[in-house]
């Protein structure tokens, strides 16, 4: 046995130039830009609202409002719209979604990024932003169940380069500190419909939903499956339910704030309701809502459950049974103003 | 820091840049080289790069002792030895520790003794089973005259820790690389092209194809093996056949490609074994790089040699296989597949001679071996083996061995896990490459191997732009792990 002399994996091919080789690179990157659109068209992506477009806004801005929570905290930059042209820009809702997020994730967003901004002070010493009066934690019964494995969204969607390079400095590149960087690339890729559908699906349904539409039968079975899934998830979350690191993490949320001369407010987020059975109704929401109570109410924090009483249907989530779709987004907003929120439009603490 | 992650895909720019904007010269290009590769294993194994270091000087220092011929004999061999012990002691020690006391505590247990051996869990310093072999090869060669040792310690070290292939290999040989590194190297567009080509063909087998067939068809067997029905068990062994080339083999690409980038040509380590029609022939397709290292370093020098192995052929190939299962990890299941492998090759050793035998007397036996029948039979033969061979390689003890043997024969029931249309379809396309990847290496693909190697580069262009937007479809995100690594 010897090695073998010709590398037989690389197919052997007559020698080549750098045109050759630039005409080779030019069609492909032509490729490459021909399907990108091609995936632009059919499932364009969508911007959907990070913590850095949060921590932007803070830098140049002056809110009166803070909410805080996971994706769901999208919805809160609907109500910002509304509650903006109601009281004539006078309040002004920073909305700040920490995607796949729990709560240890919203107080570590919180305590590394929101805080250092609202706490700076101009020359005289006095606070820059002295409009903050209220805050909200968006919470629902998935944040207080411990997640099993570090929330590998953390350092994707909340770090900075300096949160990363010090996490690097201290274990070194790891699966973990890789998602911010990962993370990063995607962004940079912004303009690209394909590296933005890595992961998501949505040009594969796209193009199933051109080549094939569902037929109502399909859908249906399909829904029939999807809530099935969910309802088991939602009874099952009763025995995950108040984990020691989250709500120790919900309460040094509300202190914080609190110190800060805040009033706090926690929102327990609208549910689908195909996706929550009599059991679960009976089980895990009341007792998650309970356990929340018991957490913040001897604070003097109100405690806003919209789980069930959202005038919100089924139609109003999204393919996901997860999030509540714009014009869903809209009529919350549009209702929460009137209702429970009605609040934020009234005299300030 | 993975060949397909977006770490590398960061680091490898910066590192290309550096190498081809300085100045050509040999000193700096290795310099380059071997910062990066300083950069690459600190961000795998920090704790390690000491052991790494350490080791790479001592074997470059006593290197020069072995091959001055002004010093005793005894000198040299002992400064061999010592080199060879220290690369052996820190591979037995990291590698193996925890596997012998638990050996010895198993042993004293059935012989009803009291033992008061504990298991000791050592963790393995990442690339270890392949920087050592590369310098105990460096080692041999020195002291056999095959080569001259290394002048320079930079570009010796270039040589050991060169980052593309210190974590999984192909384990190079001195004789090869070093020359390469003598001197400085030019940006060709011949090899330029060759690179890029080999790690998108390591990209799509790796990022694409193992990653895809592992999560659909094979972990959920191999999860629970003897559950699911007879199917799903066969599907898994063959999609792990699948998954475990395209991993390798893709990885060895993606390393025979950066370094192309980077001038330098590495061993090839796969060459379409699946095309093989005897055990022996397998081999010489298979992880080529170990396997001539094994051959060259162990069974060569055992068979020819002075000692008692001399012209055991059968017990040698046994014993070197054995030795291999080892290597590939502390295990038993490891060490079962070896000898399974060893016994094979003692078996087709022994068939090949009695054949010859044959042969000699009557022609017709000859003519029988040509036969479309034989050619079959011995590739039907050779495959099955090697893909039985393979539940002992992928299994975490015996015990699943035996219960995923027993799924085979249809033991369970079902599929673990309903596919989709978009799994199905990967599935197949994964399979089918791998066709195609084997038929495109026979005498008949001929003219569809010209004709490749004559299309116009537009054309390559929109083939190689098409082949980069199915990856990023339908590569999965997040697993950048490689199953050789670990070993």
Not at chain 1, 222 to 230: D, K, S
Not at chain 2, 312 to 340: D, E, K, M, P, Q
Request: proline share 5%; with cysteine; hydrophobic share 50%.
């Amino acid at each position: 046995m010897s090695h073998p002399s010709t590398p037989i994996d690389r197919v052997p091919r007559p020698a080549t130039t750098w045109r050759r080789l630039a005409v080779t690179v030019l069609f492909a990157v032509g490729t490459l830009v021909a399907a990108d659109r091609v995936a632009w068209w059919l499932a364009p992506p969508a911007h959907l609202r990070e913590v850095e477009d949060a921590m932007r806004e803070l830098e140049t801005g002056d809110p009166t409002v803070l909410a805080i929570g996971s994706s769901h905290g999208r919805t809160f930059a609907v109500i910002d719209d509304s509650i903006r042209a109601r009281s004539a820009g006078r309040e002004r809702i920073l909305a700040v979604p920490v995607e796949w997020g729990k709560l240890t994730a919203y107080a570590w967003v919180l305590r590394h990024r929101l805080l250092p901004v609202l706490d700076e002070t101009d020359a005289d010493g006095r606070p820059r932003r002295r409009s903050l009066r209220r805050a909200i934690i968006i919470t629902e019964w998935w944040d207080s169940c411990p997640y099993g494995s570090p929330l590998r969204n953390l350092p994707a969607r909340s770090w900075t380069w300096q949160h990363y390079i010090a996490d690097v400095r201290q274990h070194g590149l790891t699966a973990y500190n890789n998602n911010f960087l990962g993370y990063r690339w995607s962004r940079f890729w912004h303009g690209s419909a394909l590296v933005q559908d890595r992961g998501q699906r949505r040009l594969l349904t796209a193009v199933r939903q051109r080549l094939a539409p569902a037929s109502a039968e399909a859908q249906q079975a399909n829904f029939e499956v999807q809530t099935a899934m969910w309802r088991k998830m939602v009874e099952d979350g009763a025995s995950c339910i108040g984990s020691a690191p989250e709500m120790d993490a919900l309460d040094w949320m509300v202190d914080t704030l609190q110190a800060r001369g805040l009033e706090v407010t926690v929102l327990l987020y609208p549910r689908m309701p195909a996706t929550l059975s009599e059991r679960a109704k009976a089980t895990t929401l009341p007792q998650f809502a309970e356990l929340v109570r018991a957490a913040v109410g001897p604070k003097g924090v109100s405690v806003i459950d919209l789980t069930t009483s959202a005038p919100l249907t089924d139609a109003d989530f999204g393919a996901d049974f997860d999030h509540i779709v714009r014009a869903g987004n809209a009529r919350l907003a549009g209702w929460a103003l009137d209702g429970p929120f009605r609040f934020l439009l009234e005299s300030r603490p | 820091m993975s060949l397909t992650g977006v770490a590398f895909a960061l680091f490898l720019p910066l590192v290309l840049g550096a190498y081809w904007l300085l100045p050509r010269r040999a000193v700096l290009q290795n310099a380059v080289l071997l910062l990066a590769s300083l950069g690459f294993y600190l961000s795998w194994s920090p704790e390690w790069l000491l052991l790494l270091i350490f080791g790479t000087v001592l074997d470059f220092g006593l290197a020069q002792v072995v091959a001055d011929e002004r010093r005793p004999t005894g000198v040299r061999r002992l400064a061999l030895g010592v080199a060879v012990a220290a690369n052996l002691g820190a591979l037995l020690w990291f590698k193996y520790v925890g596997f012998l006391t638990d050996a010895m505590h198993a042993l004293f247990a059935a012989a009803g003794l009291p033992s008061s051996a504990t298991a000791m869990a050592v963790v393995l310093p990442l690339g270890l089973s392949y920087y050592t072999l590369i310098r105990i090869g460096y080692l041999l060669d020195v002291h056999h005259r095959r080569i001259a040792p290394s002048r320079s310690l930079l570009e010796f070290a270039t040589f050991v820790m060169f980052f593309p292939q210190i974590i999984a290999g192909p384990i190079t040989r001195a004789g090869r690389m070093l020359p390469q590194l003598r001197d400085a190297r030019r940006l060709d567009p011949t090899r330029v092209a060759q690179g890029a080509n080999a790690f998108l063909l390591g990209w799509w087998m790796k990022g694409y194809l193992a990653d895809w067939i592992a999560p659909a068809l094979v972990e959920p067997v191999f999860a629970d093996p003897g559950a699911a029905g007879a199917a799903a068990h066969w599907l898994a062994l063959g999609g792990y056949a699948v998954q475990v080339f395209g991993d390798f083999a893709g990885y060895s690409l993606l390393a025979i490609g950066v370094a192309a980038l980077l001038g330098l040509e590495l061993p090839v380590n796969f060459d379409r074994p699946f095309l093989s029609r005897s055990m022996p022939e397998f081999w010489r397709r298979w992880h080529i790089s170990l396997n001539t290292w094994l051959f060259d370093y162990l069974y060569g020098p055992w068979v020819t040699g002075t000692g008692w192995l001399r012209g055991r052929i059968a017990l040698t190939l046994v014993l070197v296989f054995a030795l291999s299962g080892l290597w590939h990890g502390a295990r038993w299941t490891f060490v079962v597949w070896g000898l399974l492998h060893g016994l094979a090759l003692a078996v087709h050793h022994g068939w090949d001679t009695w054949y010859r035998a044959r042969c000699r007397v009557d022609r017709r036996w000859v003519t029988a071996r040509k036969h479309a029948a034989y050619a079959l039979a011995a590739w039907l033969l050779t495959q099955a083996w090697f893909l039985g061979s393979l539940i002992l390689f992928r299994a975490e003890d015996l015990g699943s061995v035996g219960r995923f043997l027993r799924g085979l024969l249809g033991q369970g029931t079902g599929f673990p896990a309903e596919m989709d249309a978009i799994t199905l379809v990967n599935c197949a396309v994964a399979f089918g490459f791998i066709v195609v990847h084997h038929l495109l290496a026979l005498p008949a693909a001929e003219r569809v191997r010209s004709l490749g190697a004559r299309t116009p580069a537009a054309l390559r262009g929109i083939f190689y732009g098409g082949v980069i937007v199915w990856l990023l479809v339908f590569a999965p995100l997040g697993r950048g792990t490689f199953i050789y690594a670990q070993f």
